[in-house]
């Protein structure tokens, strides 16, 4: 049932400002906004001075791009509704990073992809890092996975259909079929991988973080150079990954047993 008739036209239009400013976090101008919305400079400039006032976007530092602010990311964080589950994971990833040298991470899926929320950086002189708000396909994405695999059955078809399988190294899944076969693996270990799927000579492995109604919420992995994380040491290092993931679910009134 569609409700489009009982829409708020500015409030549509702020939305889809919203969107689009975190497809590009390096911000845009006000034209380039009009442009892509096909929304009137005027009604673009309104809705960026409104946003900005409540502090949900900023200039950067030449006054030119309008980017978005983590107030939205907090906002984010409490809607788990798990009294914040950054400060309840950042001691365990940074525990993870601890023992296993490399970047560890916490993320979560919005819309149709896997999107970082927070990071401890490793302790390697080589190390990968990202943004906070980074946005990973789910088809090349270890936490991505490690999420999906524990949603229902229409959830995961839901999600997964809107997959594009584009191709971005040879060890990438192409087809809906191989990855759901995928999806049926992760669950069966209890964590998933990124086989230089998305860049070649990169892996990551990641697991699910539940709630207390045992919904996948999150995902914790880290993320380092096939020279440190070789294929043949995926299982050890995974379930490492997961005892820690449990850690944080326990937290979260997740139930082990």
């Given at each position: 049932?569609?409700?489009?008739?009982?829409?708020?036209?500015?409030?549509?239009?702020?939305?889809?400002?919203?969107?689009?400013?975190?497809?590009?976090?390096?911000?845009?101008?006000?034209?380039?906004?009009?442009?892509?919305?096909?929304?009137?400079?005027?009604?673009?400039?309104?809705?960026?001075?409104?946003?900005?006032?409540?502090?949900?976007?900023?200039?950067?530092?030449?006054?030119?791009?309008?980017?978005?602010?983590?107030?939205?990311?907090?906002?984010?964080?409490?809607?788990?509704?798990?009294?914040?589950?950054?400060?309840?994971?950042?001691?365990?990833?940074?525990?993870?990073?601890?023992?296993?040298?490399?970047?560890?991470?916490?993320?979560?899926?919005?819309?149709?992809?896997?999107?970082?929320?927070?990071?401890?950086?490793?302790?390697?002189?080589?190390k990968f890092?990202?943004?906070?708000?980074?946005?990973?396909?789910?088809?090349?994405?270890?936490?991505?996975?490690?999420?999906?695999?524990?949603?229902?059955?229409?959830?995961?078809?839901?999600?997964?259909?809107?997959?594009?399988f584009v191709?971005?190294?040879?060890?990438?899944?192409?087809?809906?079929?191989?990855?759901?076969?995928?999806?049926?693996?992760?669950?069966?270990?209890?964590?998933?991988?990124?086989?230089?799927?998305?860049?070649?000579?990169?892996?990551?492995?990641?697991?699910?973080?539940?709630?207390?109604?045992?919904?996948?919420?999150?995902?914790?992995?880290?993320?380092?150079?096939?020279?440190r994380l070789?294929?043949?040491?995926?299982?050890?290092?995974?379930?490492?990954?997961?005892?820690?993931?449990?850690?944080?679910?326990?937290?979260?009134?997740?139930?082990?047993?």
């Open positions: 049932m569609s409700y489009e008739r009982y829409h708020i036209p500015n409030l549509k239009r702020a939305l889809d400002v919203f969107e689009l400013l975190a497809r590009n976090n390096k911000g845009l101008t006000l034209s380039e906004i009009s442009a892509a919305t096909k929304y009137s400079k005027n009604s673009i400039f309104r809705i960026i001075c409104t946003l900005q006032d409540c502090g949900y976007v900023v200039k950067d530092k030449d006054g030119r791009k309008i980017v978005m602010s983590r107030k939205l990311a907090a906002l984010g964080y409490a809607g788990f509704g798990e009294s914040n589950i950054v400060e309840k994971s950042m001691d365990v990833i940074r525990a993870m990073r601890d023992e296993l040298g490399e970047t560890a991470m916490l993320g979560t899926l919005l819309q149709n992809e896997c999107v970082m929320i927070e990071q401890a950086p490793g302790r390697f002189s080589f890092l990202g943004e906070i708000g980074m946005r990973i396909s789910l088809q090349v994405s270890a936490p991505g996975k490690a999420i999906l695999a524990y949603l229902s059955k229409d959830e995961i078809e839901q999600r997964v259909s809107k997959i594009k191709k971005y190294t040879d060890n990438t899944i192409t087809s809906k079929r191989d990855f759901m076969k995928e999806l049926e693996q992760v669950k069966a270990q209890g964590y998933a991988s990124d086989f230089g799927e998305e860049i070649a000579g990169v892996h990551c492995l990641g697991a699910p973080v539940f709630n207390a109604h045992a919904y996948p919420v999150a995902s914790v992995w880290i993320t380092g150079p096939a020279s070789p294929k043949e040491k995926f299982d050890e290092v995974g379930k490492i990954v997961r005892s820690y993931a449990d850690k944080i679910s326990e937290r979260l009134g997740y139930n082990l047993i």
